[in-house]
Structures are given as structure tokens and as C-alpha cells.
């Protein structure tokens, strides 16, 4: 495993909740000079804490909190602004739109747009004026990330989360002006072929690579753990036809200009 490839996205609650140990291994394997960068993902105040906590192991990683469109709801809005105020994280998100339908909140119906997008928009705002990047979750709702491209581009970076959307979107969002990065992981190795048409297509400086442990398991897996990451790297690679070392370079830098900008000013 390279540990120059920093994993992206991930949820190290979920993580240790669904393969207790795991931190304490990460935490070791830090240790041990085989660590990695890694940014993880929170939902709510409580879920927050705990991850924030996971330092006193020994464990580093960058943290961002958003509410997440799966849950749109106001709780910890004033939270999330105490947060970016404070520089307790260096991004906002998961957050954007959940249009798949798998349950009642998450149809297209005109009181759960109107609902997502102004929790959206607020998180928009935030992430202006602190000057944060946005982690964005989207799916059936590119139509909805479109609308918001003028302001996504005023945001120093926006990072489209296990992007399986074609690479003529990508492209689209790029020639818009938005600092995109599409960030890619297991779909890619369970057979999306959109998110490996548009990992081949997308240039160097637009690449990131994430577990999102544990969740989105490789096939045959019950979840995802951080140490799959080493697959997404050889697949990532393969698809782009250059070795795993030669893509793991523009990958952390890409994880710092999105990640570490923001640290290195905190």
C-alpha cells in the first residue's frame, strides 16, 4: 500500500462501529510510518465529538461536518457555523441532494426540494464566508448541482464524492469554472461503468480516491475498510494506464489543495 494516497472520504464513527479495532490499527499503523492523510466525514454533534476524540489515540486526520441531504434537517445548523468559525474543520459536507427515491424523503417531491435545497444553500453560505471547501453528495440531482454553479465557483474547491456521473458532466462542471475534484472508490471496482468511463477520461489535477469506509463495500465484502484503498489505486491506475506510483503524485496533491490549503491557514 502506498502511503502517499490520501483516502478522501471516509466515516471513521461508522467505522469503528461496523469493525471495532479499526482505530486503534490505523492509530498503530501511523505509528509505525505506514500512515496516510485521510479526511472524515460527520453528521451530527455527537458523531462529531467522538471522531474529534480519535486524536487522543494517536490518529490523524483532517475533519469536515455537514448536514447530510439523507437527513436535511436544521438541528445542527448552528453547530456547523460555530465549527467553521472555530477551524475545527476544513470542509463542509457530506452535503447537496438525495433525489433516489428509496424512501419517502428522498423522492423528487416539491416540499423534499424545496427542503434540500434550502439546507443546501445555507451550507453554501457558510462554506463562503470561511472560505471551505464543499464535499458534495449527490445522486439523480445533477440537474440541482448545475443551478448552483456560479456559486460553487466563488468556493476554493468543491469535491464531488464517489462521482459516478459521466465525464462530459465532469467536464461540464470544470468548464464552468468550479475547482472540481471527483473523487472516486469502490464503484469503481464493483462495475460502474460510468464512474470508470469518467476515472479514465478526467485530467490528473481533478482526481481524488476514497474508501468511504465502511461504507460501499467491494463486492464480496461486508464493508469497506481503509485498507481497500490499495484496490482503488490499482484499478484507478489500470484505467488511466499508468502505474499506481505515477497516479498516487497528482492524488496527494490534489488531497492538499483541497484538504491542507485550509490547514496551513487555521
Known amino acids: 500500500m ?3 494516497v490520501p483516502d478522501a472520504h471516509l466515516h471513521l ?12 490499527a490505523l492509530a498503530e499503523e501511523e505509528g509505525s510510518g505506514r500512515g496516510r492523510r485521510r479526511a472524515s466525514a460527520c453528521h451530527d454533534r455527537a ?4 471522531t474529534e476524540a480519535y486524536r487522543e489515540a494517536g490518529l490523524s486526520f483532517e475533519l469536515s461536518f455537514g448536514i447530510h441531504p439523507q437527513n436535511a434537517v436544521w438541528d445542527d445548523a448552528d453547530f456547523l457555523a460555530a465549527l467553521a468559525r472555530s477551524g475545527r474543520i476544513v ?4 452535503c447537496g441532494f438525495e433525489f433516489s427515491g428509496d424512501r419517502p424523503e428522498w423522492t423528487r417531491a416539491k416540499e423534499n426540494e424545496k427542503l434540500q435545497r434550502a439546507v443546501f444553500e445555507f451550507q453554501l453560505g457558510v462554506a463562503r464566508e470561511h472560505g471551505l471547501p464543499v464535499v458534495i453528495h ?27 456521473g459521466p465525464a462530459r458532466e465532469a467536464e461540464s462542471l470544470l468548464a464552468r469554472g ?13 462495475g460502474n ?7 479514465a477520461a478526467l485530467p490528473d489535477d481533478a482526481i481524488l480516491l476514497e474508501t468511504d469506509a465502511p461504507w460501499q463495500a467491494p463486492r464480496g465484502e461486508r464493508h469497506c475498510l481503509p ?7 490499482a484499478a484507478a491506475a489500470a484505467l488511466r494506464s499508468v502505474a499506481p506510483e505515477t497516479l498516487a503524485e497528482p492524488v496527494g496533491l490534489n488531497y492538499e489543495a483541497v484538504f491542507g490549503a485550509v490547514k496551513a491557514l487555521g
Open 2 to 4: 502506498d502511503p502517499k
Open 13 to 24: 464513527f461508522d467505522l469503528e462501529s461496523a469493525s471495532p479495532g479499526s482505530i486503534r
Open 47 to 50: 458523531e462529531f465529538e467522538a
Open 91 to 94: 470542509a463542509i459536507g457530506e
Open 138 to 164: 449527490q445522486r439523480k440531482a445533477l440537474d440541482q448541482v448545475f443551478a448552483y454553479a456560479r456559486e460553487l465557483k466563488a468556493l476554493p474547491a468543491v469535491v464531488f464524492h464517489s462521482w459516478s
Open 178 to 190: 468550479i475547482r472540481a475534484f471527483f473523487s472516486f472508490g469502490t464503484p469503481i471496482l464493483n
Open 193 to 199: 461503468r460510468k464512474a470508470a468511463a469518467s476515472c
Open 227 to 233: 485498507a481497500h484503498l490499495e484496490r482503488v489505486l
